[in-house]
């Protein structure tokens, strides 16, 4: 009864009962059997039956109003214990059950896949078993015994006894035993008592040989590494014994130099003296520092050296045994400090960077302040050559940063001291000293000089003053005082810059000079206009000076042409002038495209009047000469084609020189400097600058431009500002009086 009750619960059972009733099954190893198909699921006399069968319920039916749902309570399945989510299958029998019969009232047939999987799992599980054993699972390795003779051999140095191989030589398939009385081996029965402890003592020796052996072997490698090892130390040892002869070497030779009182005369001496010991020591420079020890040397020597030494005079001064001593004295112009390590097993010295080196510092010390003094104070910007022979013969062997310094700093600020002094339009005037052109004194110092001192891209530099100063010239140059000859240098070195400055502040006021000055009288012609202009042609493309010719010579030309021919002209006569105009222009601008078209434009004319004849008068067209309108800009004009005149000339009068140029004029006049500063004023925004008599651009007085009139600022209130003439008060101030 307790068995039959256990397979059929009751109808409804306490949810903690239940699984108190699973868990003790689980425990004791049992498993609930599942419900059968025509089981009943409840007494049919309980209180569940009567509820469901009043609520329309028949038993054996399903759930639901079409009896869709299950028949039985849903079976539980229990898991193995500590087992996980598909370690087993979980569907029940009931399960199944419950889906074939859903699949019947649905009309459908469920395939039942189970079994047969279960079949195919089973036949594989075969089939692997019966692979396994053909294929031959890993079998466990086979000890193999050594022989004492073979652990002997094997085992460099290692001697087994004989009564020892005997006991352990136990080979074949019977058992040898070591009898004590006999020393003989004698064959027993494997299960005796005897036999069995012999076999044990045989196993425990053979045991103990094999350790011994092993650790014979490892001894006997460790002692082949010491020896090893004691072989590199003594290569490293052998190889420091050899660095510290070397040291004592390089001291005692340090200390001859030291003591040799005839090295101070003369830079000969101790410069071969020093090449002496840099030769048998070069292996030894840099990890002893030697190059510190040579300008210990040499530094009391070069202090005395540089100390009367006339720079501009003489430049090369002992810079030939500097030269000499480069490697030993600055290997790569840098200062390392020492330190120690190993490496591949030996002791070296290494040297980690640092500031600068006992020779830059020497050279900042000693050499740089001397030559200082001579460019501030001795020095000469109209001649270059003084300086540049010293930075020729110097380069090489100073360090980069005091090369900078030179070129940089002083040399440049010199120049541009000099470039803000001059001024092109007084340099005929008497009085203060006039430097000699510029590109005489500041085209030597373009090799040595950075890009953004001789370039024009980043609107600051040598050059940008140059050209603004010439921009000025050109307005104001009056064309009767001839071509301005410091331009010309400048041409190549300006390029483009040169062509645009030309074209955009000279040709208009050659074109207006031809146009106002220049008349064509053949009974008398004065040809001074024209030749004013054309003496400029070497500064200017020759298209440029053609194009000009095509607009403001030729039709005056051929207007007095048409005159002479419709006036019963003397052909002979017409066609001499004709060839004597030819000659005044050069051969280079008479073979231009638009030159050579305007020319047979004339002649055309002159054949067209002799076929008129007497008709010529009335008849004789006037001329016309086609010219395609000019561009804008007067840079466009020098890229058009040689036939079509298209070079750009402005109508305009001529540039006035502005406020700024007079006041410039006037204060090269007075020996005043006129300082651009890089401020504004902070109301106006106009540029501020100062108006000084000192050469440093020190002092002076701070003014700006408004108008035609200069405002200076006051010296005891610096937010208030005054207006100035350009006399004596501003000189006076100027000079800081």
Partial sequence: MDGHRRRRPPAFVPAKRQRDEEDQDSTMGRRRPPLAQNEPTMAPNSFAARMMAKMGHKPGEGLGVSGQGITNPIDVKLRPQGAGLGAVKEKTEQAKREERRAARLRGETLEESSEEERKARKQKSKGGRANSKQNGAPKRPKLKYRTATEIEEETVGLVVPSALKSLIDITGKETKLLASSELSTVSTDANTTLQTEAHKIAERARRDLEAFAEEWSSLADELSYLDIQGEELDTAAQQEWESLRRLQELVEAVRQLKADNSLNDGWEDITTALETVALEFREEAEAYALSEVAVAAIHPLFRSSISDWHVLDDPKHTSPYIHRLRMLLAPDLGSTSLTTGTENGAHVYRRKPKSTSAYETMMYNVWLPKVRSAIINEWDVDQPTQLTSLVDAWKDVLPEFILTKVLDQLVVQKLTTSLAEWNPRSRSKKGAHQHRPPHVWLFPWFPYLDSHHTGLSDGSGLLVEIKRKFKALLNAWDLSRGVIEE???????????????????????????????????????????????????????????????????????????????????????????????????????????????????????????????????????????????????????????????????????????????????????????????????????????????????????????????IWAQEKTAKDVWQPIGLGQSLVERAEGR
Avoid at 594 to 612: C, Q
Avoid at 646 to 669: G, L, N, Y
Wanted: glycine fraction near 6%.
């Fill in 487 to 709: 331009l010309k240098p400048w041409k190549e070195v300006l390029g483009q810059d040169f062509d645009s400055m030309m074209i955009r502040h000279l040709l208009p006021r050659l074109a207006d000079a031809l146009k106002s000055g220049l008349s064509i009288n053949p009974a008398d012609q004065d040809l001074d206009p024209l030749r004013r202009v054309l003496a400029w042609k070497d500064l200017f493309p020759a298209k440029v000076m053609g194009q000009l010719l095509v607009m403001e010579f030729f039709p005056k030309w051929l207007a007095i042409l048409h005159v002479w021919l419709t006036s019963e002209p003397n052909f002979e006569e017409v066609g001499q002038w004709f060839t004597w105009w030819k000659g005044q222009i050069p051969t280079e601008i008479n073979q231009l495209g638009s030159v050579v078209e305007a020319w047979e434009r004339g002649l055309a004319m002159m054949n067209h009047a002799i076929d008129l004849g007497e008709r010529a008068g009335t008849d004789l067209p006037a001329p016309v000469l086609h010219i395609e309108h000019p561009s804008s800009n007067p840079e466009d004009g020098a890229s058009t084609q040689q036939n079509t005149p298209t070079i750009a000339v402005r109508r305009q009068p001529p540039e006035e020189a502005s406020f700024r140029d007079v006041v410039e004029e006037w204060c090269s006049e007075e020996n005043l400097l006129l300082i651009p500063l890089r401020e504004a004023h902070s109301q106006t925004g106009h540029p501020l600058f100062r108006i000084t008599a000192s050469a440093n651009g020190k002092g002076g007085v701070l003014v700006y431009l408004k108008g035609d009139v």
